[in-house]
């Protein structure tokens, strides 16, 4: 069921994604759907947690071996491949999740990944709230944009603005430290 539904928000998008569109693809009435998710909400938030560990599992891939910049761009490249692969999954994590899906494995496991990026920068405590905030804030916005078109109208293409991201976000983990001793 989810995974059919994440089909179906691939293919026509996540915001028009239905159990009764669900229910047709698999030739039977929308009622029939209620035994395997309590409603539209349930559905969407399985589709999230099927995203959460597909990506987690790419990041993992991308990121094995690697650290500091060098995971950061396995890190920030899963993401962008997620996105045009999976552009309905991609937009089921651009919205809050409900607790079912934030309490999934596959939501421990992208905490996991994530971590593992900032190892490399050694960034602590409540500081890495804030480092993965900026880089999901940094690469979601970068991406959403990218999709909707914003970047079609202006030169140099948006393919040549991600290694800039990629930089921008690489000098600001490596100098968090000289950052925080700045503020204080």
């Given at each position: ?179 925080q001793r700045a503020t204080s």
């Open positions: 069921m989810t995974e059919r539904g994440a089909q179906l928000a691939d293919a026509t998008g996540f915001d028009s994604l239905s159990l009764a569109a669900v229910a047709r693809s698999f030739g039977v009435q929308t009622p029939s759907l209620y035994s395997h998710v309590k409603d539209l909400a349930d559905l969407r938030d399985g589709i999230t947690a099927l995203a959460l560990g597909e990506l987690a599992a790419n990041i993992g891939d991308a990121i094995a071996g690697r650290s500091k910049k060098d995971a950061l761009v396995g890190f920030a490249t899963a993401h962008r491949a997620y996105s045009t692969e999976h552009p309905g999954r991609w937009a089921s994590l651009q919205r809050q999740a409900g607790q079912a899906a934030v309490d999934t494995a596959a939501a421990r496991r992208i905490v996991q990944v994530t971590d593992a990026v900032l190892l490399g920068y050694d960034i602590a405590g409540p500081d890495r709230v804030h480092a993965i905030r900026i880089i999901g804030s940094a690469l979601s916005g970068f991406l959403n944009l990218e999709r909707s078109g914003s970047f079609a109208h202006s030169m140099p293409p948006a393919e040549q603005s991600w290694p800039e991201l990629i930089d921008a976000l690489d000098f600001l983990l490596t100098h968090w430290h000289t950052r």
